[in-house]
C-alpha cells in the first residue's frame, strides 16, 4: 500500500494543520450537526479528502469513540470505518466520486440517494456523498449534481454532500451560497517535518536509519514537497525502499519533481527543446501531471488577470504567461484531460506531447472552448 494512504489520518486530532476548522469540526462531532452541503477549497495534499472521510466515519458510524470532552472519534471497529479504510464505498453508506471518471451511472446513484436512501440497505439513516476534485465535473455531471443541491429532499433524509475541489472558481457564487465553504491551507515545513519523524520514531527507525537521513534528509523532503503532506510522504516512501539516505541521493532523485523543475520544463516543453520530454517521462505520474496541468492554468489565468491563485506558484506563472505556445499546450492538456477513461493514461499525453514538439507552432493564441459533449458516455473499465 502506498505510505500516502497506509498513514492517512483517520481522526480530526492526527490532521496536521488548518487548526481552526478543526477545532470547529471537533465540535460539530458533539452533536454530528455537521453542514448538509459543504465545499472543501485548497490545494492538493492541504487536507480535504482526509477531513471529508473522517467526517463521513463519523456520520455513518454506529459506535463512535466518545472523548471526555464530548468530542467522537471514529471507532476502528465500526464497519464504516472499515469500509471507508478498504475505500468499499456503497457498503456503508459513504459514496465517493473522483469527478471526472463520474459515469451516467455515478449521477443516477447519486440521485437514487438523495431520492430514496441508501442503495445497498445500510442500518444507519445518514448517507454520505463525497465528490474529488470536483472543479473537473463534466458539463452534464454538474448540473445534475447542482440540481439536487438546490433540492430540500435529500437533507430531510439525512444526506449530507462533500465536494473537495482546488478551483473555487469553478462553481458560482449561487452554488457556493448552496453550502458552507472551508478553505484549506497547506501545512507549514514545521508541522510536515514533524509528521514525517513521527512516522520514522513510530516505526523505531530513528535509530537504524542513518542520522544524516534523520537529520537532513527529512528537512530536504519537507521542503520539496510544496506543501503537500502526500507528496512528503509518497518521497520518504521512495527514499527508504531506495535507500536514498544522502542528501545528494536525494536531491539528485527528487528535486528534479519539485515546482520550480516543473515549471522549467513546461517552459522547455514550450520551448520544443526534445530533452524535456526525456526529464517528463522520467517522473510522469498522475500527481505531477496534475501539478503540470495547474500550473499552466494558474499561467493563464495570470495572463488574462495579471493574478496568480495560488502564490506559491507566481513565479513560475509569470514567466509562462507570456509564453506564445501557452494556449496550445494548456489545450493539449484540456483535451486528453476531458477525453480519458477512469485509468491514468501516460502515453497518450507523451504522444501528444512528442507531436507538439515535432510539429512545430499551430497558430493558437488562446485557449480552444471546451468541445461538446460526446453522444455516448465513456465506460468505466
Not at 88 to 104: E, I, L, R, S
Not at 214 to 240: M, T, Y
Not at 253 to 268: F, H, K, M, Q, R
Request: hydrophobic content about 35%; glycine content about 8%.
Amino acid at each position: 500500500m502506498m505510505l500516502s494512504l497506509e498513514e492517512r489520518p483517520r481522526k480530526f486530532s492526527d490532521v496536521i494543520g488548518n487548526e481552526v476548522k478543526l477545532e470547529g469540526f471537533k465540535k460539530m462531532s458533539k452533536t454530528l450537526k455537521f453542514p448538509n452541503v459543504m465545499f472543501f477549497v485548497g490545494d492538493t495534499g492541504s487536507g480535504k479528502t482526509t477531513t471529508a472521510l473522517i467526517i463521513a466515519s463519523l456520520l455513518t458510524g454506529k459506535n463512535n469513540l466518545v472523548n471526555p470532552d464530548g468530542t467522537q472519534d471514529p471507532n476502528p471497529e465500526d464497519s464504516s470505518y472499515k469500509a471507508i479504510v478498504a475505500e468499499n464505498w456503497g457498503a456503508q453508506d459513504v459514496y465517493f466520486y473522483v469527478a471526472d471518471k463520474m459515469t451516467p451511472q455515478d449521477i443516477e446513484q447519486i440521485n437514487v440517494v438523495c431520492s430514496s436512501g441508501s442503495l445497498f440497505g445500510g442500518s444507519n439513516s445518514r448517507k454520505v456523498i463525497i465528490i474529488d476534485e470536483a472543479q473537473n465535473l463534466k458539463k452534464n455531471a454538474k448540473g445534475l449534481t447542482l440540481t439536487f443541491l438546490e433540492q430540500k429532499r435529500f437533507i430531510t433524509s439525512g444526506v449530507h454532500v462533500i465536494l473537495c475541489t482546488m478551483e473555487p472558481e469553478a462553481f458560482d457564487k449561487a452554488t457556493l451560497d448552496r453550502g458552507q465553504v472551508y478553505e484549506f491551507r497547506a501545512p507549514s515545513p514545521t508541522n510536515i517535518g514533524n509528521f514525517l519523524f513521527a512516522y520514522l520514531e513510530k516505526n523505531g527507525l530513528v535509530d537504524t536509519l542513518p542520522q544524516e537521513f534523520v537529520v537532513d534528509g527529512l528537512v530536504v523532503l519537507r521542503d520539496n514537497c510544496n506543501g503537500s503532506l502526500r507528496k512528503a510522504l509518497q518521497d520518504l516512501q521512495r527514499c527508504l525502499a531506495d535507500e536514498l539516505f544522502t542528501t545528494e541521493k536525494i536531491l539528485s532523485e527528487l528535486a528534479y519533481i519539485s515546482v520550480e523543475a516543473l515549471g522549467n520544463d513546461l517552459t522547455n516543453l514550450m520551448d520544443r527543446k526534445p530533452e524535456a520530454l526525456i526529464r517528463i517521462a522520467r517522473y510522469f505520474r498522475e500527481d505531477h501531471v496534475n501539478m503540470m496541468h495547474g500550473a499552466l492554468a494558474d499561467a493563464y489565468f495570470y495572463r488574462a488577470t495579471g493574478r496568480s491563485r495560488e502564490g506559491w506558484r507566481s513565479g513560475s506563472s509569470r514567466i509562462m504567461s507570456t509564453h506564445p505556445a501557452l494556449p496550445e499546450l494548456l489545450a493539449i492538456f484540456d483535451d486528453v484531460f476531458r477525453s480519458r477513461g477512469p485509468y491514468f493514461r501516460p502515453d497518450i499525453l507523451l504522444y501528444r506531447f512528442s507531436k507538439f514538439i515535432l510539429d512545430g507552432p499551430s497558430g493558437l493564441t488562446q485557449a480552444p472552448p471546451p468541445p461538446s459533449p460526446p453522444g455516448l458516455p465513456r465506460r468505466r473499465g
